[in-house]
């Protein structure tokens, strides 16, 4: 006899548990839902089971996947759209041409199946219904029966004055092949709502068994929480894993429980958990695997699954914590907190009773959370992140939030001074932008619009007129959900840390400055800023070899704003231009990917006998290149080959590279008498070096190149002029020069670090390098003969990095694992 279980539901009054997962997927007492439900049927001869899904289908499958590693049989019937209990069902009527057994997979129980079956076989019919008694029927359908177990009639869901009996329907049915003639095909269908009244309705029989055991539907989160208590209290028979250390204590392979817990139980602590000291697990805690408890940390009635960690003095009581969350010192989970998987919360944060935190958010340090994050992205604290202020377009960065962050930088500049403001073609940013330019006139200072325009653009606006700052509203690159506003300083280039804390205080304080009507800045649209632009740029560079070259180039503009840059630029070149994607288009950037334009570049760039091709980034900053040969160069490639020509035609330059670059690189400068500048790998350290240290040149490594002589900032467009004097004037070929580049072998791994054991783990680094060459630039750069190994902690994710070069490939990824083992091993 085979049977079917419903598992399609996606478990919304469960959320954010099952926010990233199918409720028959949610675990309890560490395994999922649905493999109880499994392991009941196997344990009642049912070795043939149907599968009907839909949530977030693959996550079962791969789980489950053929059913041999639970020891039955299973296939699956996938739902394109809802259909209902009864029509999905039917979906899988290709594997039911005999009697079959219905159960949701979704809810805990321990039925007796046999029964059920028996009592079918007994009293035949056309279904038999598994009914169980409740204390509040309301939230089920009630099944009325007579003497004999036939069924009278249903009735779903009703209120207390039309409740006549409290046995409810489990889900658990018993049916004929023949219940199909009552299930039409193509839509939604309810057994209970439509098939079974209306076979009642036809005559045909259909019985309740009032059944035996234990059964909970789980569909709310207080009852995913109840359920735990009854399997610890053991009123439902179901596989809990583990050892039982002593009665209602079971203790998972592999954990480590420090001698000084306080271990109270009914408990479960899964595999390979590790307890600190003096700790405190109180009753009815359920830990999953991997769970990390730090000492002093106190766990309550609370659910906490796999490979989350608890720092020390954590409080939980009530909570449900999804998989892979991380709470830092001190964090304070009132009672009804669920979190759902991989959120962070910062030390001594508190959330409040009943909060719900949806996956992957961060709650910030020392936050008081009273009111549930579903949307947004971060737990309000920190503003300021790598490149700016990113966040969800119209969620974290909202039109009030700009207001309010634009009057706080506005109220650090000085009342009455002018700032420049650009956005990219998207509406996200155009709506915030001008929420920025109203925080500013708002606090006195006036703006320079210049509407769309490359971050490039911008930054010269600044610093070529009587402007002492600047801002640039644009789509994250990496997001396109999100935006990142950018703030510039008098010089064009990003505010730096002590500016970025200055503005969150203000802001956090709402500590703004608000002028008298009089004094409210005023809006401008400064003419001609492209035209000087570039003139500035064709100005700085000798271009006198460019125009004989006769050269054919293929560019991309990525439907970004450098589409009304380059039309100016490239009429200085003489050049014979074939261009891509040449006009600004929203949509088509929010589907941009660099490294297939790259490929569709070198495609055209062979096609056509071009000299070279190039893809600029939408905002205009960055560049990928192609040789003559259609050749995209990597990232370490295109900065070889700009060091390379650099330190040719200016002897002793000086270089700024970020201490990851390739010893190449080194190589190249000292045999041309340059000087290299080593920078931290950040982009605004990378430009203030740029700035203040006299450099020829600067590099990123990814893909992004300074000419300060011309702007001490990123720029594309000064990127492919400035390649492209240096090429005709070295009279060689781009592939000629890729072709002579020394190989480059550097690898990279990262390594998940808890924030408060950065700073441990670094020092050990060096204390443990004595007599060792150390670069202590950025992170701990390990000099070796044949190459190095740098070790650097994420600033923004609880990460550490390790790339490594030397003399092979093999050689690299080797001394990249050697370290990153080192690591781990430390943070045991």
């Given amino acids: 006899m085979k049977a079917v279980i419903m598992a399609g539901g996606e478990g919304t009054r469960l959320r954010p548990l099952t926010s990233n997962q199918p409720k028959p997927m949610l675990p309890m007492a560490n395994i999922p839902m649905m493999e109880h439900v499994v392991n009941l049927l196997r344990d009642h001869g049912f070795e043939d089971i149907v599968v009907t899904v839909a949530f977030m289908a693959n996550t079962i499958r791969t789980y489950f996947g053929d059913g041999s590693a639970f020891g039955v049989r299973m296939v699956y019937a996938t739902e394109s759209t809802p259909l209902g209990t009864a029509g999905s069902v039917r979906n899988a009527r290709d594997e039911l041409d005999e009697r079959f057994l219905v159960i949701s997979g979704d809810v805990l129980t321990d039925i007796d199946l046999s029964r059920v079956v028996a009592f ?106 109840s359920a735990h208590h009854d399997i610890l209290d053991q009123k439902v028979t179901v596989n809990i894993e583990g050892f039982q250390l002593r009665p209602g204590l079971w203790v998972g392979k592999g954990a480590e429980i420090d001698p000084s817990v306080e271990l109270i139980g009914p408990a479960v602590v899964g595999d390979n958990c590790v307890v600190g000291p003096d700790a405190r697990l109180g009753p009815y805690c359920t830990l999953g ?240 800023t492209l035209e000087q632009y570039t003139a500035a740029l064709v100005g700085s560079v000798d271009l006198s070899s460019v125009p004989e070259a006769g050269l054919k180039l293929v560019l991309d503009y990525s439907y970004g704003t450098a589409s009304f840059v380059m039309p100016n630029l490239l009429a200085k070149l003489g050049a014979d231009v074939l261009v891509v994607n040449p006009y600004a288009n929203t949509a088509n950037v929010l589907a941009f990917d660099r490294q297939a334009s790259a490929a569709r570049v070198a495609e055209l760039v062979r096609a056509s006998g071009a000299h070279l091709g190039a893809v600029l980034d939408p905002g205009g900053e960055f560049v990928d290149i192609v040789d003559d040969q259609g050749h995209a160069l990597s990232h370490d490639e295109a900065l070889l080959v700009l060091v390379s020509l650099v330190t040719e035609a200016h002897p002793g330059a000086r270089i700024a590279l970020p201490v990851a670059a390739s010893t190449a690189a080194e190589e190249i ?117 044949d190459g190095w190994t740098l070790v650097l902690p994420d600033p923004e994710e609880p990460l550490t990095h390790v790339w490594a070069e030397g003399a092979s490939g093999a050689r690299a990824e080797a001394r990249a694992q050697e370290y990153t083992t080192r690591l781990e091993q430390l943070l045991r």
């Fill in 289 to 528: 695997r991997n769970v990390r408890i730090g000492e002093n940390a106190s766990v309550e009635r609370s659910v906490v699954h796999d490979n989350t960690y608890l720092a020390a003095g954590v409080r939980l009581e009530g909570t449900v914590l999804g998989r892979g969350s991380d709470l830092r010192q001190g964090v304070r989970c009132e009672q009804g907190t669920v979190l759902g998987d991989e959120c962070f919360v910062g030390a001594h944060a508190e959330i409040s009773s009943g909060v719900k935190i949806y996956p992957f958010k961060t709650v910030e340090a020392g936050a008081f959370v009273n009111s549930s994050i579903v949307w947004e992205s971060r737990g309000a604290r920190s503003l300021f992140g790598r490149d700016g202020v990113r966040g969800l377009a119209n969620v974290d960065i909202s039109p009030e939030l700009a207001v309010r962050l634009s009057m706080a930088w506005a109220s650090t500049l000085e009342k009455g001074a002018t700032v420049t403001s650009s956005r990219d073609t998207s509406r996200a940013a155009r709506v915030l932008k001008r929420a920025v330019m109203v925080g500013c006139n708002a606090a006195g200072i006036n703006v320079d619009d210049l509407e769309a325009a490359t971050v490039p653009v911008t930054r010269f606006q600044v610093t070529s007129s009587a402007n002492i700052a600047g801002v640039t509203v644009r789509l994250d690159p990496d997001d396109p959900q999100s935006v990142v506003l950018r703030f510039f300083d008098k010089d064009g280039i990003d505010v730096d840390e002590a500016t970025q804390r200055k503005i969150e205080r203000l802001y956090h304080r709402e500590d703004f400055r608000r002028v008298l009507a009089r004094e409210i800045g005023d809006l401008g649209f400064p003419p001609r």
């Fill in 120 to 225: 079918h076989d007994a009293h035949g019919g056309l279904a038999t219904l598994a009914l169980k008694a409740v204390e509040n029927p309301l939230e089920f359908g009630i099944v009325i029966t007579r003497d004999d177990g036939s069924i009278e009639r249903f009735l779903e869901k009703p209120t207390w004055g039309q409740v006549f009996s409290d046995t409810i329907n489990t889900g658990i049915y018993v049916l004929e092949p023949e219940i199909f003639d009552f299930i039409p095909e193509g839509r939604s269908v309810d057994f209970s709502g439509e098939s079974f009244p209306e076979a009642l309705a036809a005559g045909r029989e259909l019985f309740g068994y009032v059944a035996e055991g234990y059964w909970e539907d789980v569909g709310t989160l207080e009852a995913y929480l």
């Fill in 669 to 785: 400068c000292q045999k041309a008498g340059a000087t290299i500048v080593w920078t931290k790998l950040s982009a605004s350290h990378l430009m203030e070096v740029a700035r203040s240290e006299r450099v020829t040149l600067a590099a990123s490594q990814l893909g992004g190149f300074i000419f300060p002589a011309f702007l001490p900032a990123f720029d594309g467009a000064a990127t492919l002029v400035n390649l492209l004097a240096l090429l005709t004037s070295s009279g060689r070929t781009l592939s000629e020069m890729v072709e002579a580049l020394p190989p480059v072998r550097i690898a990279h791994q990262v390594v998940h670090t808890p924030w408060d054991q950065k700073g441990m783990l670094m020092r050990t680094l060096v204390e443990r390098s004595p007599g060792r060459e150390l670069v202590l630039v950025d992170g701990v750069k390990i000099l070796e003969e």
